[in-house]
């Protein structure tokens, strides 16, 4: 077993040694994400290591994490649930908060929140997932599942400012998702147009955006 993996579930083999330590506030809960997290990152790891989630088992999974497979199934349901949480974990969380100055602001912001620099087995992994995505429906449910968050949240805030006047009436929120996201993601994480990865790429690709949706920049045309 790896040793930051017997650190994450050691907790649960050693018998409490005094009462004190008995009485101590449960720690549960940061031990539990630390197994969830090590069970996601064997789970990528096999994806980079075989090319494919075909050969990647759950048996497997928990074999090289260290765990249970009941441990495994109490988090995720089946296989495919698994996969794509794991998939989905190695992506760039939400912001926290937004400026709400503008929607410029915001859209910059949200998009800088989804730069992220993927290492090799990353990279592998990626392209293994967008393959597995078309082709199969199952893993394409849960991805579209655990997407669907993200994509609530950027359409908030589309509507946040249409409530405000800064889009067009007749903007498409969902339509301006897709323009937002799908850019984006095609640069930053599936890495395309190599070109165009570059510390202002943000700032412009919303200049762009707004220019063509009706924002507030269209009075500069």
């Given at each position: 077993?790896?040793?930051?993996?017997?650190?994450?579930?050691?907790?649960?083999?050693?018998?409490?040694?005094?009462?004190?330590?008995?009485?101590?506030?449960?720690?549960?809960?940061?031990?539990?994400?630390?197994?969830?997290?090590?069970?996601?990152?064997?789970?990528?790891?096999?994806?980079?290591?075989?090319?494919?989630?075909?050969?990647?088992?759950?048996?497997?999974?928990?074999?090289?994490?260290?765990?249970?497979?009941?441990?495994?199934?109490?988090?995720?349901?089946?296989?495919?649930?698994?996969?794509?949480?794991?998939?989905?974990?190695?992506?760039?969380?939400?912001?926290?908060?937004?400026?709400?100055?503008?929607?410029?602001?915001?859209?910059?912001?949200?998009?800088?929140?989804?730069?992220?620099?993927?290492?090799?087995?990353?990279?592998?992994?990626?392209?293994?997932?967008?393959?597995?995505?078309?082709?199969?429906?199952?893993?394409?449910?849960?991805?579209?599942?655990?997407?669907?968050?993200?994509?609530?949240?950027?359409?908030?805030?589309?509507?946040?400012?249409?409530?405000?006047?800064?889009?067009?009436?007749?903007?498409?929120?969902?339509?301006?998702?897709?323009?937002?996201?799908?850019?984006?993601?095609?640069?930053?994480?599936?890495?395309?147009?190599?070109?165009?990865?570059?510390?202002?790429?943000?700032?412009?690709?919303?200049?762009?955006?707004?220019?063509?949706?009706?924002?507030?920049?269209?009075e500069s045309r």
């Open positions: 077993m790896r040793p930051e993996l017997r650190d994450a579930t050691a907790h649960h083999r050693a018998p409490a040694a005094t009462a004190s330590a008995a009485a101590a506030p449960a720690k549960g809960r940061p031990r539990s994400e630390a197994v969830s997290q090590s069970i996601l990152e064997a789970a990528l790891d096999l994806i980079a290591e075989h090319g494919t989630v075909t050969d990647v088992s759950v048996e497997g999974v928990a074999e090289l994490s260290g765990v249970s497979k009941a441990t495994i199934y109490r988090r995720w349901s089946s296989k495919e649930e698994l996969i794509a949480a794991a998939f989905e974990s190695i992506k760039a969380p939400k912001p926290d908060g937004m400026p709400r100055t503008s929607l410029h602001d915001d859209l910059v912001h949200i998009g800088h929140s989804m730069r992220r620099t993927y290492g090799p087995r990353d990279m592998k992994v990626v392209r293994c997932m967008m393959t597995v995505f078309h082709e199969d429906p199952e893993y394409k449910h849960h991805h579209d599942r655990l997407v669907d968050q993200r994509r609530r949240f950027v359409r908030d805030t589309f509507e946040y400012w249409a409530e405000r006047g800064e889009v067009a009436a007749d903007l498409d929120l969902d339509l301006a998702v897709a323009m937002f996201t799908s850019p984006l993601l095609t640069i930053f994480v599936y890495g395309q147009y190599a070109h165009l990865q570059a510390d202002d790429t943000v700032e412009r690709f919303v200049h762009h955006l707004l220019r063509g949706i009706g924002g507030p920049l269209c």
